[in-house]
C-alpha cells in the first residue's frame, strides 16, 4: 500500500475543470492529487518569422511555477534571468504533444499560446501541464470554429499524460512527489487516444532496468491514460 493509500495502479484523484479563466479562449484548472495546474490557450493572429508564408499556423507552450508552489519557495525565473533547463525541457514538451495532435494547415496564420502555470506541486506537474493544455487547447479551438475564424475542428486525436515508475521494485502509476523523489525509475509517458506514444522520458536512478520492465511500464501508463481520457471527454462534451 502506498503512503496515500492507494493500490499500484491507481491514479491519485484527478479532476479537471474547464473555463477556469475569463479572458483567453481555452482554459482549465487540471489537478492530479496534491498537483494543482492552471491551463490556458490564447490565440494570437500571427504566426513565428520561419512560417509566415507557408499555409499553416503554430503551437507552443511555456509553463512555469508560483513561487509558493513548493514546500520551499521557488524562486521566479525572472529574479534569476533566465529559465532553468527544466522549464525549457517541459514546454518543448507541452508544445510538441500539442502540435502532434492538431491540423497546423487548419488554423493558418494563427499561433496558440499555452500556458502552464503551476500553482500547487506535489509531483507529475508536466503530465498534468500536458493533460490539461489538451483541455485548454480544444476549447479555444472550438471557440475559432464557432466564431468562423476556422473552418473546421482540428484536432487529429486526443492527447494526455502520466508518470509511472519503479519503487522497491514496484511499478506504480501517477507518482506523487514522495514517490518520483525516491524511485528507482523514473517515467513520463505521453500517449493519443487510439494508443500510440508521442514521447517518453525514462531514467533509471540506480540500478538499469530491462525492456520487460520498460513494456509493463508502457502498458500501466496506458492504464492510467485511458482514464485520464474518459475525463477529458466529460469535459469536453460531443468533441470526442
Same mark, same amino acid.
Given at each position: 500500500?502506498?503512503?496515500?493509500?492507494?493500490?499500484?495502479?491507481?491514479?491519485?484523484?484527478?479532476?479537471?475543470?474547464? /473555463?477556469?479563466?475569463?479572458?483567453?479562449?481555452?482554459?482549465?484548472?487540471?489537478?492530479?492529487?496534491? =498537483?494543482?495546474?492552471?491551463?490556458?490557450?490564447?490565440? *494570437?493572429?500571427?504566426?513565428?518569422?520561419?512560417?509566415? /508564408?507557408?499555409?499553416?499556423?503554430?503551437?507552443?507552450?511555456?509553463?512555469?511555477?508560483?513561487?509558493?508552489?513548493? $514546500?520551499?519557495?521557488?524562486?521566479?525565473?525572472?529574479?534569476?534571468?533566465? $529559465?532553468?533547463?527544466?522549464?525549457?525541457?517541459?514546454?518543448?514538451?507541452? /508544445?510538441?504533444?500539442?502540435?502532434?495532435?492538431? *491540423?497546423?494547415?487548419?488554423?493558418?496564420?494563427? =499561433?496558440?499560446?499555452?500556458?502552464?502555470?503551476?500553482?500547487?506541486? *506535489?509531483?507529475?506537474?508536466?503530465?498534468?501541464?500536458? =493533460?490539461?493544455?489538451?483541455?485548454?487547447?480544444?476549447?479555444?479551438? $472550438?471557440?475559432?470554429?464557432?466564431?468562423?475564424?476556422?473552418?473546421?475542428?482540428?484536432?487529429?486525436?486526443?492527447?494526455?499524460?502520466?508518470?509511472?515508475?519503479?519503487?522497491?521494485?514496484?511499478?506504480?502509476?501517477?507518482?506523487?512527489?514522495?514517490?518520483?523523489?525516491?524511485?528507482?525509475? *523514473?517515467?513520463?509517458?505521453?500517449?493519443?487516444?487510439?494508443?500510440?506514444?508521442?514521447?517518453?522520458?525514462? =531514467?533509471?536512478? $540506480?540500478?538499469?532496468?530491462?525492456?520487460?520492465?520498460?513494456?509493463?511500464?508502457?502498458?500501466?501508463?496506458?492504464? /492510467?491514460?485511458?482514464?485520464?481520457?474518459?475525463?477529458?471527454?466529460?469535459?469536453?462534451?460531443?468533441?470526442?
Amino acid at each position: 500500500m502506498r503512503s496515500d493509500s492507494r493500490e499500484a495502479d491507481n491514479l491519485r484523484p484527478v479532476a479537471i475543470q474547464p /473555463g477556469y479563466l475569463k479572458y483567453p479562449e481555452g482554459s482549465c484548472l487540471v489537478e492530479f492529487g496534491n =498537483t494543482r495546474v492552471v491551463c490556458s490557450a490564447t490565440v *494570437d493572429e500571427k504566426v513565428p518569422p520561419f512560417l509566415r /508564408g507557408a499555409g499553416q499556423g503554430w503551437i507552443t507552450a511555456e509553463y512555469g511555477m508560483l513561487p509558493a508552489s513548493t $514546500q520551499k519557495r521557488t524562486i521566479r525565473e525572472a529574479s534569476r534571468g533566465r $529559465q532553468k533547463g527544466r522549464t525549457q525541457e517541459i514546454q518543448r514538451l507541452i /508544445g510538441r504533444s500539442m502540435r502532434c495532435a492538431v *491540423d497546423l494547415g487548419a488554423i493558418a496564420d494563427k =499561433t496558440i499560446w499555452l500556458d502552464c502555470d503551476v500553482i500547487q506541486a *506535489d509531483g507529475g506537474t508536466r503530465t498534468a501541464s500536458v =493533460t490539461g493544455a489538451f483541455v485548454a487547447l480544444c476549447l479555444a479551438l $472550438q471557440h475559432l470554429k464557432d466564431a468562423g475564424l476556422i473552418n473546421s475542428f482540428p484536432v487529429k486525436s486526443m492527447v494526455a499524460a502520466v508518470s509511472v515508475g519503479i519503487l522497491n521494485q514496484e511499478k506504480l502509476l501517477d507518482l506523487n512527489y514522495e514517490e518520483d523523489s525516491v524511485a528507482e525509475v *523514473d517515467m513520463n509517458l505521453v500517449m493519443t487516444n487510439d494508443g500510440k506514444l508521442i514521447e517518453i522520458q525514462g =531514467t533509471a536512478e $540506480q540500478e538499469p532496468f530491462s525492456k520487460e520492465d520498460l513494456d509493463a511500464l508502457i502498458a500501466l501508463a496506458k492504464h /492510467g491514460i485511458d482514464q485520464l481520457f474518459e475525463l477529458q471527454r466529460e469535459v469536453l462534451p460531443g468533441l470526442f
